[in-house]
């Protein structure tokens, strides 16, 4: 409580500046954008979903909800590209907001626990949705997980629900991917913000988000951006 997001997120671009990496997303800009994202972390407070932006001045306090999404290029020159997301509390939240929290951040896990060589992503999305939707919870359609590596959106795209019409991919030993549930304590449809950049839930309702990027190896995998 009290601190401010610019606060957050100046500590972020100065840590991973000084280890040698750069930010992922400041500057990055979505071929349907005209405007560059304007911060190094993605700061999606309570009923933002993802791609809060991080530079503005909102304080936080007690009972907020707060992701934390970051992209790294590592080295900053010329290096490969991780993605991750936590959503914390902060101070006591309530009971819905916490069960919001470990039931996203089980869903993640329960996705990653998936990820082997042959495995369809199809069925990795049906079991994010299961999990979630049996908790009365909604999943975010909108927005996905991806491949990443070379750039920071790669193919496949990774939706976390069961789409019929997606096409069947499966996963195959070398590949790297994010894994990124978005689940929010009501409603799946979201809306954009006039920012063009913050997403929310459209009924208002809280969301969390959690991602990591996992290698997929001859064994099974192995997630990069574990802390
Ligand atoms: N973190 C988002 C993802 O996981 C990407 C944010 S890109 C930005 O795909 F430019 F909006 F920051
Ligand atoms: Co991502």
Redesign the pocket.
Known sequence: PGVRLFELDAIAREYLEDGGGAPA?LG?R?SRHESP?PSTL?ISVNDEV??GIGIRDYELQEGDIVGL?I?VRYPAADGLFT?M?VTVPVGEVSSEARALIDTTRQSLDLAISMVAPGVWIHEIGREIQNFCEAKGYGVVRDLSG?GVGYK??EDPVIVNFYDAKAPKVQLKEGMVI?L?PMITAGSWKVKVDEDR?TVRTADRSLAAHF?HTIAVTAKGHDVLTQL
Do not use: M
């Open positions: 997303f990055y979505p994202y993605c993802v791609h999404d992209g993605d997301a991806h920071i959106h994010c990124e950049w991602e």
